[in-house]
């Protein structure tokens, strides 16, 4: 079994490990693209004010149960009065206020609460879920940056070797020591291999705009990745981790829970009611209510009442609406808890998949280095044969193809294996920032927001949690081309 301190430092280490190429000067590692990622990346950010937005449900769930006070004042003239009324009232000023206090409702509101609570656990996993697929995005595009760039090179350094060969062959044609053919084969390479050349360079560029894209910046010179921790020796070992600390299916998990709670809220819509309603009302007539004809004595310009009642609301018949929401409930309740099994189940053949695909590229690794030894003796060979006439020229370029084809195919081993690997762990739930460690400032603490929020009483409170980072727009990045630095 993986320890999970190792994984909380994956990146810390330093030791150069998986190397594709070797290490430029000043070059920008992978903990730093990754920091970058964790501040800017847009995808990431979304997801924290998506989070954000959930914690809001839980005050919004607890304002059913709280008291609520309204106030209602409005002036009135009468225009036109009853010719027949004993009084003269030209206008009045009244006020209004109702304080009402819920008692009861049936478990509706408590549910709800929890059911917002358990959306907020939900909303964390996803966020999480979030973050390792957007580091296995970022690492991903970094690997791919480094393995292009290698095969440009190997490319590049397969064209000047093919056009020393051809100028060669040509000067040997000149004296009669080897025939046209040879000189049409030497040619033939060559262009087969400045072909190779531009698709390796448009393949280049595709990388680095996909890096611009992922992390938010132009792809400089980049140190190769630091090793991966020890992984689990069987995926038995990994799917069981993952079953515990996949954030995805443990996300999955709190929504089953959440819409049991939604399943007892619908059935509160059942139960009876009970509040408590305190009334006041004041009216005023501005000193211009009179009595029409000859009364001596004054009437009263302002009134006052209160009242305080005990309401309960007992549901007789609501047209079957509340039976209708129980049954959806209910089958939104099984349809989550069908999704946590769908989830768990691509949870166990993505860990399954990806440890797989670790093992046989690191065991490609290990074929591809044996081919690439191979390679170089072949050509040595085949190179010294030429010079006493036992092997032709097509045989030098046979041989020199079979050894850059056997140095891409590293390559791009040692990045399938990095990638694979990075792959397995983000499945098994160990890629968030903290467990990268990154040094990106102070790692978003979702818990601060959530209190905050959920502290809210009051109607005119703002957000006094900043926000969770500033994405960075690519606009103003220029074009890549697929060279490589130092050419």
């Known amino acids: 079994m993986i320890d999970g301190r190792v994984t909380r430092k994956l990146l810390l280490l330093s030791c150069p490990a998986m190397v594709l190429v070797a290490a430029p000067l000043h070059a920008e590692d992978l903990r730093s693209a990754l920091a970058a990622t964790y501040a800017s990346n847009p995808t990431l950010l979304g997801a924290r004010e998506q989070l954000r937005a959930t914690d809001a449900g839980v005050p919004l769930a607890r304002a059913d149960g709280l008291p609520s006070l309204n106030a209602t004042a409005t002036e009135t ?22 304080l009402s206090v819920p008692l009861y409702n049936g478990g509706g509101v408590k549910n709800a609460i929890r059911a917002a609570d358990t959306r907020v656990i939900a909303g964390r996993n996803d966020l999480r879920a979030t973050e390792a697929g957007v580091f296995t995005q970022a690492v991903t595009a970094y690997l791919d940056v480094i393995r292009t760039e290698a095969i440009v090179r190997l490319n590049k350094a397969q064209v000047q070797t093919l056009v020393t060969n051809l100028k060669a062959t040509s000067d040997r044609f000149q004296i009669g020591d080897v025939t046209k053919t040879d000189v049409a084969q030497s040619q033939s390479r060559l262009a087969v291999a400045q072909g190779n050349l531009r698709s390796a360079e448009a393949s280049l560029v595709q990388a680095r705009e996909t890096y611009i894209q992922i992390i938010g910046h132009e792809a400089g010179e980049l140190a190769p990745p630091p090793p991966l921790p020890s992984l689990p020796a069987a995926p038995e070992d990994a799917v069981g981790i993952a079953l515990d600390a996949n954030p995805d299916l443990a996300a999955a998990r709190e929504r089953s829970k959440a819409a049991g709670f939604d399943s007892d809220v619908a059935r509160a819509s059942r139960m009876p009611k009970v509040s408590m309603v305190a009334n006041g009302n004041y009216t005023d007539y501005l000193g211009q209510l009179a009595l029409r004809g000859n009364f001596p004595f004054p009437i009263a310009q302002s009134a006052a009442t209160a009242d305080v009642s005990i309401r ?12 209708a929401q129980i049954k959806q409930a209910q089958a939104r ?34 074929a591809s280095q044996t081919a690439v030894e191979a390679a170089e003796l072949s050509l040595r060979g085949v190179k010294a044969e030429n010079s006493v006439g036992n092997r032709t020229v097509l045989d030098i370029l046979n041989a020199e193809q079979e050894l850059v084809n056997a140095q891409v195919q590293l390559v791009t081993a040692r990045r399938n294996a990095y990638v694979a690997g990075f792959s397995l762990l983000s499945a098994m739930g160990r890629v968030s920032g903290k467990d990268l460690g990154l040094d990106a400032g102070a790692l978003y603490d979702p818990e601060i927001h ?15 949690v900043q926000g969770a980072g500033q994405p960075t727009r690519t606009v103003d990045t220029p074009a890549q081309n697929g060279s490589t630095f130092g050419n």
């Open 450 to 464: 959530y209190r905050d929020a959920r502290g809210t009483l009051g109607d005119w409170g703002v957000d006094k």
């Open 77 to 98: 003239e009468y225009v036109r009065q009853n010719p027949a009324s004993t009084t003269d009232m030209p206008r009045m000023v009244t006020a209004v206020g109702t």
């Open 312 to 323: 309960a609301t007992i549901p007789l018949y609501q047209g079957g609406r509340p039976s």
């Open 333 to 366: 309740e099984g349809q989550a808890m069908d999704n946590e099994i769908a989830t768990e189940r691509q949870v166990i053949a993505s860990v399954r998949a990806s440890f797989s695909n670790y093992r046989a590229a690191n065991e490609i690794i290990t």
